[in-house]
Structures are given as structure tokens and as C-alpha cells.
């Protein structure tokens, strides 16, 4: 089966730098999406095939991948990017896509 | 602007089935090339994809759902619909429906699947 590892929780103040990773054996080979979740919102699209940043997206949000780990940095963290944050990918069986999230890391701004 | 506006009741009892429609407006199913998805979030839990459908009916599903998940498409009524059969509390869930973006396939070994946008979710409970 295919999975992706996030950490449960990431804290951070203010104006520092949050580093968000998830783990799979997929991630070499496949792309990696990054959606930020609000409590009773919709998810959002911040980041997809791996590094690419949506319009509309603050330029503090980036992506990275290296080997099996990508990670979603957030440079300058405001207290309006406290949220869920959620990797995504998809791996290939029979030819159709299976898609997989991480199990989310919750960002908390000190 | 693409929008996505989940409904249907939002209490289903259990071995029953649950059935929720995603309508699309600002965009075409029929003419468009893409495929559209459901992706749901358990209270407290994190975000599990359900399955995905083309316009032209063409579907694949997450295979932890066995066979009791359907998803069809009435492309003349920009809908598609999401079918759970014999559910129980743990199909509690806020539902969403999305857009697949990238292509929604595999290719060279490499698949193309993202959601944007999404709808804004819908509650479904499970209880008697």
C-alpha cells in the first residue's frame, strides 16, 4: 500500500521559518501537492507537482523534494497560516491512479 | 471562476446508503477534460480520497472502499454524485467534492492527479 508520513505537529513563532515533511516511496519517482486546511473550510491548493506555487499563493510558501522526503517550507510565518497542512500524491495500479494523503501536521504560530 | 456546491441529507441511518451530489458551475463536465472527484474527512481525521469520474463515466476508486463505493456523472446537469452503500458510524464524514487538475492519469509511470478547487464539504452522520 502506499503511504505518506507527516509529522503530527509543528510549532513555530512568528516571523521564523516552519518546515513541514512528509515521507513515501512513491515521492522519487511521483509528484508531490500540498494543501493548507482551515477548520471548516475548504482545503486550498498551495503547492503542486512538487515545487510550483498556484496564483494568488504568498511567495512565502515553497516547495522541495529530496529522495523519498518532500517538504513544504513557510518563510516568514504569519499567524494567518496556523492551519492543517496536507501532502498528497498518487501512485499507479493498473494503470489508473491511486491517490494518498498524509495523515496532516498541524501548524501552530506561537 | 470553477465552483463546486456539495448537497444532500446529512443524516443517513446505518446499512443504509448514503447519496450527495457535487453541481459544477462556472465550467462544463461535458466539454471539459477532466475528471471530477469526492475526498471526504472523518471528525478528527485526516483527509482519505474516495474516487474520481470522466465525463465519460469512466471511474476509478480508492480500493479500501471495496465495492460499496459509486460515483456516475449526469454531464447534461453539470453533476456527479457520490454513492456509499451500507454505511456505518465510521463513514461519518465531511464530504468534498473537487475538480481533478493535471490530468487525472498515469503515464511513463508517472501519474497527474491534484484537486483544485474544492467544494466547500458537506456533513454526513451516521446514526439510528
Known sequence: SYE??????????PGQTARITCFGDALPKQFVYWYQKKPGQAPVLIIYKDTVRPSGIPARFSGSVSGSTASLTISGVQAEDESDYYCQSADSTDSYPQ???????????? | QVQLQESGPGLVKPSQTLSLTCTVSGASIMNGDYYWGWIRQPPGKGLEW???????????????????????????????????????????????CARVDGGGYCSGGRCYVYFDPWGHGILATVSS
Do not use: M
Open chain 1, 99 to 110: 491517490v494518498f494523503f498524509g495523515g496532516g501536521t498541524k501548524l501552530t504560530v506561537l
Open chain 2, 50 to 96: 474516495i474516487g474520481c469520474i470522466y465525463n465519460s463515466g469512466r471511474t476509478y476508486y480508492n480500493p479500501s472502499f471495496e465495492s460499496r463505493v459509486s460515483i456516475s456523472v449526469d454531464a447534461s446537469k453539470n453533476q456527479f454524485f457520490l454513492e456509499v452503500t451500507s454505511v456505518t458510524a465510521t463513514d461519518t464524514a465531511v464530504y468534498y
Open chain 1, 4 to 13: 505518506l508520513t507527516q509529522p503530527p505537529s509543528v510549532s513555530v513563532s
